[in-house]
C-alpha cells in the first residue's frame, strides 16, 4: 500500500501547483482520490470532520441500484430465451444479458465521465461524484435494443444541457438520467416505444412479443401475467425497472443508510395507489380498472419513485416539501398513464414536471417559516409601540 | 415545568480523552498575551507602548470604535512586545509576567446599593466589559445598547468541554454575586441554563429564571437556549455571559481586583496529562503543557470551535478547554468506501459507527474527503435545533442576499451554532466561516 502510495505522489508531482500539468490536476486527482482519501486536513471552522463524504454516498447509490441491475442482465436474456421457446440455464440468460448491457454500461460512463472531465479541468474544480449514479441509471432506464450511439448522444445531451449548462454538479434543476431518457423518448421514438423494443431482439426476430404491461392495457389487450411475475420481474420492460422485488432490495439499503430519502418514497407510493384507487372507482378503461396495487409493481413506477424521485439536487430539498413532492409523483404518474394512451408511461414525466416544481414547493414551506419570524416581530412592535 | 427545555436535534461526539477531575495549579507563565483577534470585531487603539510597566487590571488597549470598551492586562509585568501580522493588524500584546501581581485597586462595592449605570460604568473601567457579547452578530456588547435580556449558559454539551458545575464549585457566591451585577444591566430577564442532568449544584440561585436544559449537542449553545426561551427579532439585543466570566466579574465586584483565574480543562487523546488546571487567562501553551510534537493540533476551545494554536501560542480569552488532537495528515486507501473505516465516528449510517452510540471515539483532523457542492439536502436539518432552515439560509449568506438572510433568521445565529454543520455535512463545507462572513456583513450594512 505504503508503496503504491509513493508510486502515486511521484506520478502527480507534475500535476502539482506551478508545474507544466497543473490545469490536469483535477483528472489526475479523480484516480488518487479513487484509491486514497486524501491527506487533506481540516484549516477553517470544525477541527474534525465526520466520515460521511460524497463518494461514500454515491457509491452507496451504486449499491442499492446493482440488485436490479443484475436481475436486470438476466432478465434480458430470460425474455429473449423464453419468447424463443430455446432451452437455457441460468448463465445462458445472464450471459445474453450481459452481452447487451455492459456495453451500454461502458458507454453511458465513458462519455458521461468523459464531459465531466472536461468540464472540470476547463473550470478548475475536481470531479464530481454524482455521474457514477447517473451513469449508471441511464442504462438501467433505456430498451435494450436501442443503438449505442443513440445512448452516447442521450448522455452527452444530458450531461450538457441538462447538468453542465446549469453549473454542474448541485446546480441541475431536472435530474440528469431522466433528461437522458426523455432526449431518446423524443428524438428516437421508435426505439423508445411501442411493442418491439422492449425484449432483447425483438425487433428483428418475429417470434419475440416485446409488449409491456402498460402497452397491451393501453392497447385493450388482456394481461397474462400473473402478479408474482410483475412483482419478481419476469416481464419485459426497460432494463432495471421490471423488478419490484430488487428495487425494493435496493429502496431498503438506501432508506438503511439514510441515503435516499424515505420520506419521497412513501409519499409516492400513497400518492399512486390513492391515485389508482380513484380511478378503479371510475373504471371507463381498461388502464382505469387496472387494480391499483398491481400499478405500483408494473412500469417505471417503483424504479422511479425509489432512484429517481429521490436525487436530492432535483428533488424538494425540505422535509415538509419532500412529502408533497413525493405524494404529487405518484399522483401524476397514475394520472398520465391512464390518460395519455400514446405513451403509456407516466413515471418519466411526472418526476421530469416535479422536479421543475421542487423550487416553487420548498418556496411555499420556507415561506412559512419567515412568516412566522415576521409575525413574532410584528406582534414585538406592536406591544412595544 | 414550563421553563425547561428539550432539545431533540443534534448529536452528541463523544471523543476519548476526556478531562480528568483533578485540578493542578498549572505553573505560572513566563509570558502571557492578550490578542485582539479573541474579540472579532475590535479594532484596538493602544494606550500603552512596548517596554511600560503595566499593573494587573490595568488597560492595554481600548476598541477604536467603542473607547468605553477597554481590555487589560491579566497580570503585572512588562509589556515587552506587540505582534502584529498583516497589514500590521495587531495579533498578540505580550506581557513578561512579574513573580508576583500588583493589581490596580477599584475597590470593593456592594452591588445591592448600586444603579445598573454604576455597575455598568464599574465594569467598564475595571476591564470586565469584554466578558459581555452580544447576540446577534456574536461580539463584544456595545455598552450604549440595552439588551431584552441576559443569557448565562451553565452548561457546555460540546465534545470533551469543560463541566461547568465543575468550574464553578469552588466559586459558587462569586458567580451569585456576578450574576446580581449583570442582572442590573438589563430591564429584562436574566435567565441561565442548567443540564438537565447535573448534580443540582446551581438550583437553588434567585434572582433569575432557571431553565433546566435535556438533549444533545448544541443543546449548551447559548443561541439555541436563547431561540427556545426568548428569539430574537430584528433590531433586538441579547447579551450572553460565560458562566466563569460571571463569576471574574462577582470576584472584581467582590475584591475590586481583576483576577481572570480560569479552571482550564486539558483534553484530547494527545494531552500529556487531561485534567483541569487552575490558570490565568492569557497565559501560554508551552509553559502550560510543555512541548508538543507537530504532528498534534492543539486547539484553544472544543474541537468544533476553537482555534488552533502554535506551540509557543496563548489560550484565547474565553476558553474553558484546550484539546489536543493527532493531526490527521494520512491517506486511507479505498476510505470512500461505505461500512469502510469504522473508527472514524459518523453521524450517517453509510457508516457502522452509528451501532455503537456510547463507543468513545479517537479522531484526528483529516477532512475525510474533499470539498463538493451541496447535494445531500436534510442533513443539515439534523443537527439545528432551531426554527431555522440552515442549508438555505447558507446559501443566501454565500450569495450575501440581505433581506434573505434576515427572513431566514440570520439575527438567531452564531457561527458556533452551525459547528455540526461543519462536521456533518457531506460536502465538506465551512458553514462556520460562511455564517461569520455573513454576520459581518450584517454589522456593516445593518448594524
Known amino acids: ?385 | 415545568m414550563s421553563n425547561d427545555i428539550k432539545i431533540r436535534k443534534g448529536l452528541d461526539i463523544k471523543l476519548k480523552g476526556v478531562a480528568e477531575k483533578t485540578i493542578s495549579v498549572a505553573p505560572r507563565s513566563k509570558k502571557f498575551a492578550i490578542k485582539p483577534t479573541d474579540f472579532h470585531g475590535v479594532t484596538p487603539k493602544m494606550v500603552l507602548k512596548e517596554g511600560a510597566s503595566v499593573k494587573a487590571g490595568e488597560v492595554i488597549f481600548f476598541s477604536k470604535y467603542s473607547d468605553r470598551v477597554k481590555f487589560v492586562s491579566p497580570v503585572s509585568g512588562t509589556l515587552s512586545e506587540i505582534r502584529r501580522g498583516a497589514k500590521r493588524r495587531i495579533l498578540e500584546v505580550v506581557i513578561d509576567a512579574d513573580a508576583e501581581d500588583t493589581f490596580m485597586e477599584h475597590g470593593s462595592r456592594d452591588i445591592s446599593k448600586m444603579s445598573g449605570e454604576e455597575v455598568k460604568e464599574h465594569m467598564l473601567e475595571g476591564g470586565c466589559w469584554p466578558f459581555i457579547k452580544q447576540r446577534p452578530y456574536d461580539i463584544i456588547a456595545n455598552p450604549e445598547e440595552a439588551p431584552k435580556a441576559i443569557f448565562v449558559s451553565a452548561m457546555n454539551t460540546a465534545p470533551l468541554s469543560a463541566d461547568v458545575e465543575f468550574l464553578l464549585k469552588d466559586r459558587l457566591d462569586d458567580f451569585k454575586l456576578g450574576l446580581e451585577a449583570i442582572s442590573k444591566l438589563s430591564s429584562g430577564k436574566t435567565h441561565v441554563s442548567v443540564a438537565g442532568g447535573g448534580s443540582g449544584l446551581l438550583d437553588g440561585i434567585s434572582g433569575v429564571e432557571l431553565h433546566k436544559v435535556n438533549g444533545p449537542h448544541p443543546a449548551g449553545n447559548v443561541g439555541v437556549q436563547i431561540h427556545h426561551v426568548d428569539p430574537i427579532n430584528f433590531g433586538e439585543r441579547v447579551w450572553v455571559v460565560g458562566p466563569e466570566d460571571v463569576a471574574i466579574i462577582g470576584a472584581f465586584f467582590r475584591t475590586g481586583k481583576f483576577q481572570a483565574d480560569r479552571l482550564l480543562a486539558v483534553a484530547g487523546t494527545e494531552a500529556p496529562n487531561a485534567q483541569y488546571y487552575k490558570m490565568r487567562i492569557g497565559s501560554n501553551v508551552l509553559d502550560l503543557v510543555g512541548k508538543i510534537p507537530s504532528s498534534v493540533r492543539i486547539i484553544s476551545g472544543d474541537v468544533l470551535t476553537g482555534d488552533q494554536l502554535a506551540n509557543n501560542g496563548f489560550v484565547g480569552y474565553y476558553h474553558n478547554v484546550l484539546t489536543l488532537i493527532p493531526e490527521g495528515k494520512d491517506h486511507r486507501m479505498f476510505g470512500w468506501m461505505p461500512f469502510m473505516d469504522n473508527h472514524i465516528p459518523s453521524m450517517s449510517r453509510t457508516s457502522l459507527s452509528w451501532l455503537f452510540p456510547n463507543k468513545r471515539y479517537k479522531v484526528n483532523t483529516n477532512l475525510n474527503g474533499e470539498e463538493r457542492a451541496l447535494v445531500v439536502t436534510g442533513e443539515m436539518e439534523k443537527v439545528m435545533p432551531m426554527d431555522i432552515y440552515p442549508m438555505q439560509l447558507l446559501k443566501e449568506c454565500m450569495a450575501s442576499n440581505i433581506e434573505k438572510m434576515e427572513n431566514l433568521g440570520i439575527y438567531e445565529v452564531a457561527p458556533e451554532d452551525f459547528a455540526l454543520i461543519d462536521y456533518t455535512n457531506t460536502s465538506k463545507i465551512e458553514a462556520q466561516v460562511i455564517i461569520r462572513e455573513a454576520l459581518d456583513l450584517m454589522i456593516k450594512e445593518v448594524g
Open chain 1, 1 to 385: 500500500m505504503s508503496f503504491l502510495r509513493k508510486k502515486l505522489d511521484e506520478l502527480r508531482r507534475p500535476f502539482d501547483k506551478g508545474q507544466k500539468w497543473e490545469k490536469f490536476a483535477p483528472a489526475f486527482n479523480a484516480f488518487d482520490t479513487f484509491l486514497f482519501v486524501p491527506d487533506h486536513t481540516t484549516k477553517k471552522g470544525a477541527h474534525i470532520r465526520d466520515a460521511v463524504d460524497l463518494k461514500r454516498t454515491m457509491i452507496t447509490v451504486v449499491l442499492a441500484l446493482l440488485p436490479a441491475l443484475f436481475f436486470g442482465i438476466y432478465n434480458t436474456g430470460y425474455q429473449y430465451f423464453s419468447q424463443t421457446g430455446e432451452a437455457f440455464t441460468f448463465m445462458d440468460a445472464f450471459l445474453h444479458g450481459a452481452w447487451k448491457i455492459v456495453p451500454m454500461i461502458v458507454v453511458s460512463y465513458a462519455v458521461g465521465l468523459g464531459i465531466e472531465f472536461i468540464f472540470a479541468i476547463y473550470r478548475g474544480h475536481e470531479v464530481n461524484e454524482g455521474y457514477l449514479v447517473t451513469g449508471l441509471l441511464i442504462p438501467m432506464i433505456m430498451p435494450v435494443d436501442i443503438p449505442l450511439w443513440m445512448v452516447a448522444v442521450s448522455v452527452a445531451f444530458a450531461v450538457l444541457i441538462g447538468k453542465e449548462a446549469f453549473g454542474g454538479t448541485g446546480m441541475n434543476i431536472l435530474n440528469p438520467a431522466l433528461m437522458a431518457r426523455a432526449f431518446a423518448f423524443f428524438a428516437y421514438p421508435t426505439y423508445m416505444s411501442g411493442n418491439k423494443v422492449w425484449v432483447s431482439e425483438a425487433s428483428s426476430v418475429d417470434a419475440i412479443s416485446g409488449e409491456t404491461i402498460l402497452g397491451s392495457l393501453a392497447a385493450g389487450k388482456e394481461v397474462t401475467y400473473n402478479m408474482w411475475s410483475m412483482f419478481a420481474g419476469s416481464i419485459p420492460g426497460s432494463i432495471g425497472e421490471t423488478s419490484t422485488l430488487w428495487i425494493v432490495v435496493g429502496a431498503l439499503i438506501l432508506i438503511a443508510t439514510g441515503v435516499g430519502s424515505w420520506r419521497i418514497m412513501i409519499g409516492g407510493i400513497v400518492g399512486a395507489a390513492v391515485m389508482g384507487f380513484l380511478f378503479n372507482i371510475w373504471g371507463a378503461n381498461a388502464l382505469m380498472s387496472f387494480p391499483w396495487y398491481q400499478h405500483l409493481i408494473v412500469g417505471g413506477f417503483a424504479f422511479g419513485i425509489v432512484f429517481m424521485a429521490t436525487d436530492p439536487v432535483s428533488a424538494a430539498q425540505t422535509f415538509k416539501g419532500k412529502w408533497i413532492y413525493g405524494v404529487l409523483i405518484g399522483v401524476f404518474s397514475i394520472m398520465i398513464r391512464v390518460f395519455n394512451p400514446a405513451y403509456p408511461e407516466g413515471v418519466m414525466l411526472a418526476i421530469l414536471l416535479m422536479n421543475v416544481f421542487a423550487p416553487t414547493i420548498d418556496h411555499y414551506v420556507i415561506e412559512a417559516n419567515i412568516k412566522r419570524r415576521k409575525k413574532r416581530l410584528a406582534t414585538v412592535t406592536a406591544k412595544s409601540a
